[in-house]
């Protein structure tokens, strides 16, 4: 993954030789290191902080309306909890990495500590095009992907929310199990609540 901080899916502009040779993660490390020196932390802090704390590969299968299962690669990074549980987007992109996610993590770690919320950062990520998958498709995958992170999420330890390709009436069209509507506050309590999501995988495989 090359680095753009622009929106995911954007169009290139050729005006920025950076984003031609460094990695989002080799950018945020940079930059680590360039503010490591000016705050003199020493070689022990920088490593620290340099290194994520919790890292989550999952794989998530699907079952697509025509009866196929697919298998998307999905990420979790918690980079630093040190002020409080880890907060942080979830995106849905084909050009979605580890890397990328990592950078995203350290950086939302950053945002946090800069306007003083009781936040660390973390960031998730699935590898696909939305823009493939159908309404029910994306639901699958949504419910799926929060499922396989049962183990690190929830009020006290992560508190994942939309990001690039995942608003909550597009990616999780209700949000929770019989609930016919869609809102930002029920897509925010749903993610919050990892049994609504375990409940429903049996059946979205």
């Known amino acids: 993954m090359k680095l753009d901080m622009r929106p995911a899916g954007a169009a290139p502009d050729g005006d920025d030789p950076l984003r031609e040779t ?3 993660w080799d950018a945020a490390l940079s930059q680590l290191e360039a503010a490591a020196d000016v705050l003199g932390l020493d ?3 920088r490593d620290l902080l340099a290194t994520p704390k919790r890292v989550l590969t999952v794989a998530v299968p699907v079952r697509r309306d025509d009866g196929r299962l ?7 990074v918690h980079h630093n909890v040190t002020r409080g549980p880890a907060k942080g987007g979830i995106r849905y992109h084909p050009m979605v990495s580890l890397d990328e996610i990592k950078a995203l993590a350290m950086w ?3 945002k946090c500590a800069v306007v003083g919320i009781p936040f660390g950062g973390a960031k998730g990520g699935v590898v ?6 159908s309404q029910v498709e994306l639901e699958r995958l949504t419910r799926r992907f929060a499922a396989e992170l049962l183990p690190i999420i929830g009020p006290e330890k992560d508190i994942p929310a939309p990001d690039v390709s995942r608003s909550p009436s597009r990616a999780s069209g ?7 509507r869609s809102s930002t506050t029920q897509a925010a309590t749903w993610w919050r609540s990892p049994t ?5 995988t049996t059946a979205t495989g």
Request: aromatic share 8%; glycine share 8%; charged share 15%.
């Open 70 to 76: 697919e298998v998307f690669e999905g990420y979790r």
């Open 196 to 200: 609504s999501a375990a409940a429903s």
């Open 22 to 24: 460094t990695s989002a």
């Open 43 to 45: 070689q022990g802090m």
């Open 128 to 133: 696909v095009d939305p823009a493939t998958l």
């Open 174 to 180: 209700r949000s929770a199990p019989g609930s016919p």
């Open 108 to 110: 939302m770690t950053w």
